[in-house]
């Protein structure tokens, strides 16, 4: 049975730091594309980022803050999360599937998915 686990969310004030990990299960996850999304209350699911060998995506509105990395030895995947802000505030979740190109930035593209972890940013 396949699970993606997610860990680290908390409560943090703004310009703090987080670190996210998801922990894959029930098969190796080494070539598919793997990703962190977030949902806000009211809002869509939307793409952080994404990784796929050693090819990165980001939401523009996290670049040059966060950075997504996997450790396939570990069938596990991360987001360091620095210079928070009150509009990261979101569930976030961590998702697996066999996606290329432009369809790694849109989730209904991922077969697998943990069950989220909240992160609040207090201003």
């Known amino acids: 049975q396949v699970q993606l686990v997610e860990s680290g969310g908390g409560l943090v004030q703004a310009g703090g730091s987080l670190r996210l990990s998801c922990a894959a299960s029930?098969?190796?996850?080494?070539?598919?594309?793997m990703g962190w999304f977030r949902q806000a209350p009211a809002k869509e699911r939307e793409l952080v980022a994404s990784?796929?060998?050693?090819?990165?995506v980001y939401a523009d509105s996290v670049k040059g803050r966060f950075t997504i990395s996997r450790d396939n030895a570990k069938n596990a995947l991360y987001l360091q999360m620095n210079s928070l802000k009150p509009e990261d505030t979101a569930v976030y979740y961590c998702?697996?599937?066999?996606?290329?190109?432009?369809?790694?930035?849109?989730?209904?593209?991922?077969?697998?998915w943990g069950q989220g972890t909240q992160v609040t940013v207090s201003s």
């Open positions: 998702a697996a599937g066999v996606v290329l190109g432009q369809s790694i930035r849109y989730p209904n593209n991922y077969n697998y």
């Open positions: 990784i796929l060998w050693s090819n990165t």
């Open positions: 029930g098969r190796t996850f080494s070539n598919y594309a």
